[in-house]
């Protein structure tokens, strides 16, 4: 019997109501009221899996004193590339030569998707693992978010079967369903399910598709991420719906009936751009799609710097790119609602311009 169906036999109304006698009504109704606030939620807890118990997840991360930093760094979407994020990372002088943090008081996110599709995940995870703290000694901070890929192994660990992640945990010996539920040795597993879905750094949203939820004010968004992310339900809509903020994709356009991809869709695009400014943000860094906006390889903005495209096709089913990382020059930017100072960093160590045009000139 599970805790839930065991529960449902003393709480149902009718098992209760039905004796006919005042006094066992009372008590039964009070009875029942102790099992539902007090022993449920304590049934509930004990339910999750192993591991949910202890996680500290904390949802969204959220930071506004940003002046302890120099400067954002953001990347997304390495996807097992850990070769070539190596390289990357050393390029751009993140990490040094024994790949140790050397980005000093920079604060970094990682917008998702680290895993999947790429031969060395575990690496790559590993390597985030391991900077997380280096950085904070430095006075950096690495900020390591979901994507939909973790999300989706971590609802589903057994959709990893002959695929490279799957492949590459047999060949070192991981189950996935105990890396999925936090009790691998290496404790790969906790850092994965201590992942938060979201950024918030002053006005700019750091989330792996961007598309902040229609209908949801700033506090339900974070709390609703905080409770769901504690419990390890990865399965909700809110994190792995087709339109979540992890996943969104297409979107079908007022009065068409084919979908279409939201940022092809201007009234999708200018929607999402009015919801963010009604939470009081003026941009989201997303990646996801390596292709939106028609900047292709490389990170791109488009309105003032609203929407910044930051996936450049690191996947070997993308176009295994170098990769770049996206610079905003001084942190304090982040806290202004004007376009911020921002370049691309190279995996050659230069720094290139980003290109920015507005979303309904010529990605369609
Ligand atoms: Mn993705």
């Known amino acids: 019997m599970t805790h839930s169906t065991f529960l449902k036999g003393f709480v149902t109304p009718s098992s209760a109501d039905r004796s006919g006698i005042p006094g066992l009504h009372t008590r039964a109704r009070s009875i029942r009221h102790l099992l539902s606030w007090v022993i449920a939620p304590l049934l509930a807890i004990a339910s999750l899996p192993v591991g949910a118990q202890s996680s500290a997840n904390p949802g969204v991360v959220e930071v506004d004193q940003l002046s302890t930093f120099t400067q954002v760094l953001a990347i997304s ?28 008081r920079s604060l970094m996110v990682v917008c998702g998707d680290s895993i999947d599709k790429g031969p060395a995940s575990i690496p790559t995870l590993e390597l985030w693992m391991k900077l997380a703290p280096q950085a904070i000694a430095h006075g950096g ?25 799957g492949l590459e945990l047999a060949s ?3 189950r996935p369903d105990e890396l999925a539920n936090g009790t691998d040795r290496r404790g790969i597993g906790r850092f994965l399910r201590a992942m938060p879905i979201a950024a918030r750094l002053g006005k700019f949203l750091f989330a792996h598709a961007g598309w902040y939820p229609t209908n949801t004010p700033w506090a339900r968004f974070t709390g609703h991420a905080k409770t769901l992310l504690q419990q390890g339900r990865y399965d909700d809509p809110f994190i792995t719906g087709e339109h979540s903020i992890l996943e969104e994709k297409d979107e079908i356009p007022l009065g068409g009936d084919a979908p279409e991809k939201w940022y092809d869709n201007d009234s999708a695009v200018q929607s999402l751009e009015l919801r963010l400014h009604a939470q009081n943000m003026y941009g989201v860094v997303f990646g996801h799609q390596p292709r939106a906006f028609g900047f292709k390889e490389k990170i791109g903005a488009v309105d003032g710097f609203r929407l910044i495209k930051i996936d450049t096709g690191m996947a070997p089913d993308a176009s295994e790119s170098a990769g770049e990382i996206l610079r905003f020059k001084h942190s304090s930017d982040l806290l202004r609602a004007v376009p911020p100072d921002a370049d691309r960093m190279l995996a050659d160590g230069g720094f290139a311009k980003i290109k920015s045009k507005t979303a309904a000139a010529d990605s369609r």
């Open 77 to 104: 979407d390495v996807h097992g590339m850990y070769d070539h994020l190596l390289t990357l990372l050393r390029g751009t002088h993140v990490i040094d030569s024994g790949g140790r943090w050397a980005a000093g």
């Open 172 to 174: 070192m010996g991981i």
């Open 141 to 165: 901070r690495l900020v390591v978010l979901l994507g939909n890929h973790e999300a989706e192994f971590l609802k589903d660990p057994k959709h990893t079967a002959g695929s490279p992640l």
